[in-house]
């Protein structure tokens, strides 16, 4: 496999394809809408990627009752990440935070660059290659990719961005990132706000966002935005290919 592939084991369905940072090891997703598969058909889905010629395979975030087969299949917990929720009350007092950012829709043009922010703004194992952009934006009915540009008379290039879906009445704030050598500068506030007041205006219940525990400044930007941590954590586990 030398990009992601639906894989079909009886009534299970799976994405795999190799991980951007080592292709000896095989990335797992669930396709949406995502439900926990069989312990079969993940044991099938094993024995497609060991024929691949893959040491090893990583899954992607997946939801505790998701995470429960794969648990059962001799997976282990590599990471976790921290879900948080946002009711979208009080969003006219916080636009004050956030003048003076250029934000626009993105453009095809856009996604290289977009991906080069993203890869300084994350460390190796959680930046996105371009096959993992695409599912980020396709993983929800409705999708907003909007990016940050510099004021109108400076080069053009992308500062940030972020890709925001609507599901199921709710809102899912996909992925934020801002070039490193632009924090402090009310990018990812700006983004993060423009993310919540489009699903108000779409009638969304709640917008929800997760990060990784150790991500203190995403943490700590979402939390002064009015999220609020949930009980929930995302598991990312792994196992060697039998």
Not at 5 to 10: A, F, I, K, S
Not at 95 to 116: E, I, K
Not at 191 to 207: E, G, I, P, Q
């Amino acid at each position: 496999m030398t990009s992601r592939q639906l894989l079909r084991v009886g009534e299970d369905r799976f994405r795999v394809g190799p991980w951007h940072a080592d292709d000896r090891i095989a990335y797992l997703a669930l396709p949406p809408p995502p439900t926990g598969p069989s312990v079969d058909g993940l044991n099938g889905c094993l024995r497609g990627i060991a024929a691949a010629g893959y040491s090893s395979v990583i899954t992607s975030a997946l939801h505790p009752t998701e995470a429960r087969p794969f648990l059962e299949a001799g997976f282990t917990e590599y990471d976790r990440l921290r879900v948080l929720s946002h009711d979208l009350r009080g969003l006219d007092r916080l636009r004050s935070r956030t003048g003076g950012v250029r934000l626009r829709r993105a453009r095809r043009s856009d996604r290289d660059d977009a991906l080069a922010v993203d890869n300084r703004a994350f460390p190796v194992f959680w930046r996105l290659d371009r096959a993992a952009m695409t599912e980020a934006e396709k993983a929800t009915p409705v999708c907003r990719f909007r990016v940050a540009l510099p004021e109108r008379d400076a080069p053009r290039r992308v500062l940030g961005y972020a890709v925001t879906g609507r599901g199921s009445g709710q809102g899912f704030l996909q992925r934020l990132a801002v070039d490193p050598d632009q924090s402090g500068h009310g990018i990812g506030s700006a983004l993060v706000l423009d993310a919540l007041c489009w699903a108000s205006r779409r009638r969304c219940r709640r917008v929800l966002v997760n990060t990784q525990r150790h991500n203190t400044r995403a943490l700590a930007l979402y939390r002064r935005l009015g999220f609020e941590v949930t009980p929930t954590d995302l598991l990312v586990l792994h196992r060697p290919v039998p």
